[in-house]
């Protein structure tokens, strides 16, 4: 879970208001492609992987967060599974800046 650290590059959180643009997709084979995607591109081979072996490749969130120069964040693209409580306030924590603490 996305806990108090942030992303590495980032030095403050963006409050959601102050994001110019999130932008939210859901579908369970959307987001398994665009997150894996994502992972694999950023240098999550590893994690792409393991996911695989535990979880038939299936992802059940992510969100790919874009920020300028200053660190402020101006974008969140989420793609979610479902619209469901416990996965989009976990992707909203990672649209704020903050990394997952346990992985």
């Known amino acids: 879970m996305p806990g ?12 959601i208001a102050e994001i110019e643009s ?3 997709q859901f579908g369970l ?4 492609k665009n997150c894996n995607a994502i992972s694999w591109n950023n240098g999550g ?17 992510c969100s790919l967060v874009k920020w300028n120069e200053n660190g402020d964040i101006h974008q969140c693209d ?3 599974a479902w619209d469901v409580e416990w996965i989009m306030k976990h992707e909203m924590r990672h649209c704020e800046g903050y990394d997952d603490v346990l992985y």
């Open 4 to 15: 108090n650290t942030l992303f590495k590059g980032l030095e403050h959180s963006t409050p």
């Open 22 to 24: 999130v932008n939210t």
């Open 29 to 32: 084979w959307n987001a398994t």
């Open 45 to 61: 081979k590893g994690q792409v992987v393991l996911n695989c072996i535990l979880n038939n490749c299936l992802v059940y969130g």
């Open 78 to 80: 989420i793609y979610a």
